[in-house]
């Protein structure tokens, strides 16, 4: 009796994620809530997820508004695929198609997005779902039912043909109470801090830094957090002290 060969691990593979694409993807009700504010676009997103039919969007504003916090938790989904879009010529979003096979793909900085031909098979993944690459005498084709998601910090260095195929998603800077409740929110939600040491944090992040970056705060709670097993008012105000001396130092004024 002929014995059966063995199917090697990366055909299988490459089985169970054919399968996989078969089946309908779950997305959580509670997708966004751990993002304050936006609640229109939290809906629109949500829609666009659960649509029968792939719906692209483009998350643009300047840096430190919740383009990021978004794109986080959309790389949660199942099969999302994330990539920077200042290091696709390294990576290959062609390449990456045809191996990954995403649901769901997340380009961060997608107005620094150059290689031409990365440009021309999102131009073609977005109109029809179809990506066709001939190279070097080899062709291939595959149709892929993909969701782009991508942000921007200039909309204007993004091809006009390209823009069309996004629903566009404009964020602004927070004012200054937006930024206390959300960075308030992302400090005692992700980060684990105490109601009163987050806020801390943010009052003087605005007061002493005049920043309204999210990040920071989440650098600071983690710096001061790492002094010792318990959160601690004398770590975050040292940690705060340190960025403001740091600040001083490096700003223009002071160079000699």
């Known amino acids: 009796m002929e014995e059966i060969p063995m199917l090697d691990e990366r055909y299988l593979e490459i089985l169970r994620r054919g399968l996989a694409e078969e089946g309908p993807v779950s997305i959580p009700d509670d997708l966004f809530d751990v993002i304050e504010l936006h609640d229109d676009k939290k809906r629109l997103l949500m829609a666009g997820l659960r649509a029968e039919d792939p719906v692209h ?3 643009v ?30 990576v290959g979003i062609v390449d990456l198609l045809f191996e990954e096979r995403p649901r769901y793909l997340i380009i961060d900085e997608l107005d620094k997005v150059g290689d031409r031909n990365d440009l021309a098979a999102l131009l073609s993944l977005m109109e029809g ?17 993909v969701r782009v998601f991508a942000t921007a910090n200039r ?17 602004n800077e927070y004012t200054p109470d937006e930024f206390h409740r ?4 992302v400090l005692m939600k992700r980060e684990g801090a105490p109601q009163d040491i987050a806020e801390l944090i943010a009052d003087r992040l605005l007061r002493d830094l005049g920043t309204r970056d999210v990040r920071d705060a989440v650098k600071v709670a983690r710096l001061a957090k790492s002094q ?18 740091q600040k001083h130092r490096s700003s223009p004024n002071n160079i000699y």
């Open 155 to 171: 909309i204007e260095r993004i091809p006009l043909e390209l823009q069309s195929r996004f629903f566009v998603l404009t964020f």
């Open 129 to 145: 779902g179809v990506v066709v690459e001939t190279k070097h005498n080899h062709r291939r084709e595959g149709k892929f039912d």
């Open 228 to 245: 010792g097993k318990t959160w601690n008012m004398d770590e975050v105000n040292l940690v705060m002290d340190l960025m403001i001396r």
């Open 57 to 59: 969007f483009l998350l």
């Open 61 to 90: 504003g300047t840096p430190a508004s919740a383009k990021s916090l978004f794109l986080e938790q959309l790389r949660k989904l199942p099969r999302a695929v994330f990539i920077i879009g200042s290091s696709t010529t390294k």
């Open 182 to 185: 959300i960075a308030m929110s």
